[in-house]
């Protein structure tokens, strides 16, 4: 049979979550959900779009902001964005309700980015993350990258290498940009074309890039970690210690300094070494204590991550971890009399707390049983002629030849099917 191309098609670098992928993805943010919550993190949900200039705020002089953002005029000529990223959006609505803190809280959704599609990137992709918002304890700094680690473990993933750095306070950065500006432009013919820009006005992204030829000559870079305050240092010393006292294995990247604007001391990345490394980041974060205000908000220290989901399910596939869960469905009804009993008992077992499936369309048994089969369901009820004229019901377990098929009165079958699934009360 020949197919004929669909006039639509999704948007270039999207994709739909089809039923056969949807399970595994919501078992993974049911992991990650589960993890932030046992650590006093609670669901925060913010617009997936926001006035352009909460974006702006985190570097205007970025990739994410300045190239990939989807920017558009709503009809009233506002300017808005898609949110490219979570921590900005989350400082926002911190700025706006000015909660108690320690403010905690965790994320799950889209986000968007005009980038070049390939594996692991999307034009629509998903994070989850968190915020942790209120205090500069380094330790806390220690608890959201041990949360992070506890997510790619319970996804059973262990090809990872987390690195780390301090970016240090305002003092440290002014000393190393000048420092590392000096450097740079005594090097500037050997950058790549497009990184030369940013010597002057952001000399620390070009430590940032992907291209090799810049690569090269920031590899022998000053190291920001010889510039660091004496204060930035003791910050730092302190998370070294707590990952190492949580048996938390890392290293130590001078050159991490990720890409937006608003990161002070600790900066963190877990990188998977079963991808390819243009995709090969699942996660990352740092802290952020100039960030809110910058927003408008009370000067108030944060520290955060947000995790491709996307990446991590293929860092999953990579390490052949966190299979995709089995079917839900438990029991498949099989009528072949006029289909009242399939409506009545699928009803009755899904108020007793059972998954119930049945076929519609008055098919064949053999059809009905083909669907049973097919949906992994480990009961069978089937009801023909004979049991709705002795108001019995007959049990095949789909999964157990030994046990093969039983009948039960009618009126027994809900606590018989309760009994055999193991769910009863
Ligand atoms: P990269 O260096 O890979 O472009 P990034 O530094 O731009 O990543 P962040 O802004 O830190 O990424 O976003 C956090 C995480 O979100 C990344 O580590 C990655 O797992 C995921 N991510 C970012 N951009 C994309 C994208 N376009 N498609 C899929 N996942 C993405
Ligand atoms: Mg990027």
Known sequence: MSKKANTFQTPIGTRDLLPEHSARWEAVIEVFSNVASRAGFSLIDTPIFEDVGVFTRIGEGTDVV??????????SERPMALRPEGTAAVCRAFAQHRPPVPWKVYYRGPYFRYEAPQAGRFRQFHQFGIESIGSDDPDIDVEVIALGWKVLEAVGINQIE???????????RNNYQEALNAFLKSHVNDLDEEDRKKVDTHPMRVLDSKRS???????????IND????????????????????????????????????????????????????????????RYNGLIEELGGPATPGIGFGMGIERLLLACDAEESFPAPGSRVQVWVVDVTDGSSARDLTHSLRDHGVTADRSFDQRSMRSQMRSANRSEAEIALIIGEE?????????????????GQ????????????????????
């Open 213 to 223: 030829a810049t690569q090269s000559v920031t590899k022998e870079a000053p190291r």
């Open 162 to 172: 987390l690195l780390v750095n301090s970016m240090g306070d305002q003092e440290t």
């Open 227 to 286: 510039f660091l305050s004496a204060e930035a240092e003791a910050h730092f010393e302190r998370v070294r210690d707590g990952l190492t006292a949580l048996k938390i294995p890392f290293s130590i990247e001078p050159r991490l300094v990720r890409g937006l604007d608003y990161y002070t001391h600790t900066t963190f990345e877990f990188q998977s070494l079963a991808l390819d490394s243009a995709q090969s980041t699942v996660c990352g974060g740092g």
């Open 387 to 403: 049991e709705v004229n002795e108001e019995t019901v007959a049990i095949r377990m789909l999964r157990d030849e030994e046990i």
């Open 406 to 425: 039983i009948v039960v009165p009618r009126s027994s079958v809900i606590a018989e099917v309760q009994r055999l699934l193991g769910l009863e009360l």
């Open 66 to 75: 300045g190239k990939e953002m989807y920017e558009f005029l709503d009809r």
